[in-house]
């Protein structure tokens, strides 16, 4: 669908949009907006309804990262329609990580796993033994580190497009390269981490991202009141991660709704 874009007619929000089937401009009056389009859109949004068209818009990222691990003993082979999910969360944090935390997702082999193995083995992935091999020993850590330890992003929201753009942060590599071998440490003679492996994802690629308005008590520049308003706008209130101070290295769904919530209440909130 079409990317809306508002503006403020005194207490009056006015949000202008265009039909998804005609093309056609259509716009909507409300007393109030919340708006939770996902943080890239919601920071597209806001560039775009307050003037900020073609500035560059810094936002938070959450540095991705993986390697694999080969258990030492055989487990048992999971069936072909096995679940993708993680299957465990490890938390720490350390004078390495300036006493934020790094999260870690860890997959054990499913299907996915499976098939691009058998892609990489080349005519090694028709023995079935090898792959069954694999099967029974792999697993993936997928690590996330915090914002402050992770590259930037920024944002320039034009009238037809949105581009953006990273911006290197020296502290992640070496900072994940540390909780591989914490990785290790804990893991003992119960598997091997494959650390050489690791590999460190392009910024953007870790779908934690937002604090493009972040929240201070008062809005100015590219922040937002706490209550999300960015500033230059009335009864208009980003609820989604646009408005996080920061971006955790943990999964933040809760911490989401519990931000939309609590900016809600705080509107309605009688005096």
Known sequence: GEQRQGHCDGDAVIVEAKDAETGEPIAFRANRLFLAA????????????????????????????????LLRRKARIPRADRFTLAEHFVEMKGPASEGRWVHFQVYPHNRIFGATLKNQLGPLGRLKPLLDFFAGRFVLFQGFLHSDLSPGLSLTAADDQIRIEGIPNKKSRKTAFWAALNIQRIL??????????????????????????????????????AKGQPMGTTNVHLVDAASFTSIPATTYALSLMAHADRIVHAVHAKP
Request: glycine residues 8%; proline residues 9%; aromatic residues 12%.
């Open 38 to 69: 996902g943080a890239v859109n919601s920071t597209a949004i806001t560039a775009r309804s307050l003037g900020l068209t073609n500035q560059r818009i810094p936002l938070k990222d959450a540095q991705y990262f993986f390697f694999p691990a």
């Open 188 to 225: 003992k003679w119960h598997a091997i981490a494959l650390i050489p492996a690791l590999k460190m994802v392009a910024p953007g690629r870790s779908f934690h991202i937002g604090s493009s308005f972040p929240m201070k008590p008062e809005a100015t520049g590219f922040y937002s009141d």
